[in-house]
């Protein structure tokens, strides 16, 4: 049973920055992409940015720009999201992903789900 499980999320001021962390089981990794995306309420979830265990070619949405770098550490099984220059726009439950897609930007159904760790940038 695969289980994706979220941490690092938290309120951080406006222009702040924090790093969250994913820490996997239970996967095949060669065979996966691992990646974040995020939901506000009454927003629909978006990708933010997704990394193949393998290549560890990172990919990001347009919309974070330069201020995501995604990242992974094989010995930990962990995939993290690094974000800085955090501003209102940004606040979101933040989900960790996996999928046998490539790119999990383009992965019609994502096969597995961590539960989401909120991140809230105060003003």
């Known amino acids: 049973q695969a289980q994706l499980v979220e941490s690092g999320g938290g309120l951080v001021q406006a222009g702040g920055s924090l790093r969250l962390s994913c820490v996997v089981s239970g996967l095949p990794f060669s065979a996966y992409t691992v990646g974040w995306f995020r939901q506000a309420p009454g927003k629909e979830r978006e990708f933010v940015a997704s990394?193949?265990?393998?290549?560890?070619?990172?990919a990001y949405a347009d919309s974070v720009g330069s201020r995501v770098t995604i990242s992974l550490d094989n010995a930990k099984n962990s995939v993290y999201l690094e974000m800085s220059s955090l501003e209102s726009e940004d606040t979101a439950v933040y989900y960790c992903?996996?999928?046998?897609?490539?790119?999990?930007?383009?992965?019609?159904?994502?096969?597995?789900w961590g539960q989401g760790t909120q991140v809230t940038v105060s003003s």
């Open positions: 992903a996996a999928d046998r897609s490539i790119l999990l930007e383009y992965a019609t159904r994502v096969e597995y």
């Open positions: 990394i193949r265990w393998i290549s560890q070619i990172p």
